[in-house]
């Protein structure tokens, strides 16, 4: 039985699992991890390309069948561990010491951590260097997003200042037992070796980035008026002029490269 409290949805249809691992690539050469592994659906197919597969599971009584379930593999490792507490340096950094190439976060991702989970392997220093996870399709169509897309949002710019994301496949709610409400989709993310853009300040980029997709129907000119990113509306319309970006133009309209210029540019 699945425990809805850990947003468990178990892959059940099988043809779903040929697309996660062509996108995947998995050679012999890599270190897989795999959070919330299940009934090992996934997993079995991960250990028979992959150089190690490490499985982090919550629910004590699935860890404890994995082997069971899959008989026993020498490339299988288990452990008990809630995801969110992963430190992805370190993780990473054992698993290249035992002499893998890359590692890969091949995953069916609980809806309730995807988003976080996703930015802080990539954004770990020496983190993960591929992802191909399923997640809601509405995270997907977010993580994929282009500017001037509705879906287009400041996790849309988090996740491209790590990484490089593609759509893979739709998901029906139908492929999972029990089915959840919502479609799944999986996306590929390879890890940047270097961001796209030069900042001074990344955690102020993100602030201010965020603070103004918090009113994305407003125009770049008034999303901030009040923020405590911007010391007053003088010092925004200076970097805007600075930057070269139209005040009227609303926020999910700025490419990455408009975003930065105008963060840099605020004083």
């Known amino acids: 039985m699945s ?6 949805h178990f892959l059940a249809d099988i043809s779903f699992l040929q697309p996660i691992m062509d996108a995947a690539e998995v050679t012999s050469a890599d270190a897989i ?19 190690h597969v490490l499985a982090l599971e919550l629910d004590e009584r699935l860890a404890n069948r994995l082997h069971e379930r899959l008989g026993a593999r020498a490339n299988l490792e288990v452990r008990l561990q809630d995801a969110r507490q992963v430190d992805w340096t370190a993780i990473s950094g ?10 890969k976060l091949v995953s069916n991702l609980p809806y309730y951590l995807a988003t976080q989970m996703v930015i802080h392997s990539l954004a770990a220093p020496q983190g993960c260097d591929r992802l ?26 988090a996740l491209q200042y790590y990484g490089v994301p593609s759509f893979v496949v739709r998901v029906p709610a139908k492929a999972f037992n029990p089915p959840p409400r919502v479609s799944s989709a999986v996306v590929r993310i390879d890890r940047r070796p270097n961001p796209p853009v030069a900042l001074r300040d990344p ?14 129907r407003k125009t770049v000119r008034r ?24 005040s009227q133009r609303r926020p999910e309209t700025l490419s990455m490269e408009d975003l930065a210029r105008l963060v840099e540019a605020v004083e």
């Open 94 to 103: 054992e698993l290249r010491a035992k002499g893998y190439q890359q590692v």
């Open 3 to 8: 425990k809805p409290r850990l947003g468990q």
């Open 132 to 157: 191909v996870v399923m997640v809601q399709e509405e995270v997907a169509r977010r993580m994929c997003a282009v500017p001037g897309g509705k879906e287009y949002s400041a996790y849309s710019v």
């Open 203 to 216: 955690e102020k980029f993100f602030f201010i980035v965020h603070a103004m997709f918090t009113h994305r």
């Open 223 to 246: 999303c901030l008026q009040g923020s405590a990113g911007v010391p007053n509306q003088a010092a925004w319309d200076a970097a805007l002029e600075k930057a070269g970006i139209d």
């Open 33 to 51: 991890v795999e959070v919330g592994p299940g009934k090992g659906v996934l997993t079995k197919g991960l250990c028979e390309r992959a150089g």
